[in-house]
């Protein structure tokens, strides 16, 4: 979670291209809430649209329709590493209003730029980008070195441009 500096800078351009389905979206101080993109905690970025389970209220709605437990587990889960030395005084809190309060203080923008990570597609792996795909080949399934394939593709093509040309 970049808390908002990443979104929100004085007059500048920004965009945004969404993970998953590679939309992409940009304007004078352009947000992300404004093109229907969200960040998970992760700092994935993408459409409202993608999130799991119809994830379409506000965080902050979903967090207060949670039993206590359930909320303070999820705080510590997802936000825990934010929030330092309040973490103690999520554990110790015995109900909702002081859980979500302590949640507010540390990150005043949490229900807006920091979606949880399970409603996250890419976080549940449902979304898998090429670029990770690629990562998985070479390092769990290749039995050859990076460099070696770098050579390879150096030997195949000339520039950047005629690999991304060619014709699959
Ligand atoms: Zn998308
Ligand atoms: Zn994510």
Known sequence: MKIRTNFVSNSSSSS??????????????????????????????????????????????????????????LIIEEYGRFLGSSLEEIQQADNADTLIRILQKRMPYFYESSIPARFCPICKLESISDGML???ILRDHLQIERNVLEQMLRGQYKSSEEFWNRKS
């Open 134 to 136: 690629l990562k998985f």
């Open 16 to 73: 945004f291209v969404c993970e998953v389905c590679g939309e992409a979206y940009g304007g004078w101080d352009a947000t992300p809430e404004g093109a229907n993109m969200c960040e998970c905690v992760h700092d994935h970025v993408m459409c409202t649209q993608h999130l799991i389970d119809k994830f379409e209220d506000s965080i902050e709605h979903y967090i207060r329709s949670l039993p206590l437990e359930e909320l303070r587990q």
